[in-house]
């Protein structure tokens, strides 16, 4: 079946490490996001991707960092720089063209302890 | 620029009583506008989508929309609650060509009572 898994579902992190999260997709889609969800906040977005080798900051980039290698794949790094990244983060995809929906994976819950 | 703004960040309703979760939008292109719904700790999951066909969507599990573009709304409503539609939900607006980014409202909690 296509979709979108994110691993992993949670995790605990020390103050001052970096952290990776992963995100995988076999939808074929080209465009991928990623999320920052807050009570109350809503959606903030991180970073997207609309096609491989480039990403773009979204509203709330500072701290963070991505890669996009390949159209699979959309890693996120939590770094030290990151003031309070205790948080639920959501990757997503969708097709490039069109306006088409996003899919979004399972989330990872990250918590900094 | 897009925006969405959800009015009440929480609504309960009565089991088998009328579901109605407001959005309005902000666009300055026809816009394109979603709903989805997620479960605690998990992903969204689209409900329904408004991409210029038709202005009454019809969605999953019994849920519509309806595109009014006089009143820059897309106001989701269910007929009758059930339990299993308490979740949070989210109406979201894309934000144009070129860009493909979605933009997406506080969300809205909603609670069902038995």
């Known amino acids: 079946d296509g979709g979108i898994t994110q691993s992993p579902k949670y995790l605990f992190r020390k103050e001052g490490q970096n952290v990776t999260l992963s995100c995988e997709q076999n939808?074929?889609?080209?465009?991928m996001y990623w999320y920052r969800q807050d009570p109350g906040q809503g959606l903030r977005l991180i970073y997207y991707?609309?096609?491989?080798?480039?990403?773009q900051k979204g509203d709330i980039a500072e701290g963070y960092s991505v890669s996009r290698e390949k159209k699979e794949s959309f890693p996120l790094t939590v770094t030290s720089a990151q003031k309070n990244p205790t948080a639920f983060y959501l990757c997503a995809s969708s097709m490039a063209q069109g306006h088409t929906e996003a899919f979004f994976g399972q989330g990872t819950r990250l918590t900094v302890v | 620029a897009q925006s969405v703004t959800q009015l009440g960040s929480h609504v309960s309703v009565s089991e088998g009583a009328l579901v109605l979760l407001r959005c309005n939008y902000s666009s300055s292109v026809p816009p394109y506008l979603f709903w989805y719904v997620q479960y605690p700790n998990q992903g969204l999951q689209l409900l329904l989508k408004y991409t210029s066909a038709a202005t009454l969507v019809k969605g999953i599990n019994g849920f519509e929309a309806e595109f009014k573009k006089s009143e820059t709304s897309f106001h989701l409503t269910k007929p009758s609650a059930h339990m299993s539609d308490a979740a949070e939900y989210f109406c979201a607006v894309s934000a144009g060509s070129g860009t493909y980014k979605y933009i997406f409202g506080t969300g809205t909690r909603l609670k069902v009572l038995a």
């Open positions: 939808l074929n889609h080209d465009a």
């Open positions: 991707s609309q096609i491989v080798n480039d990403f």
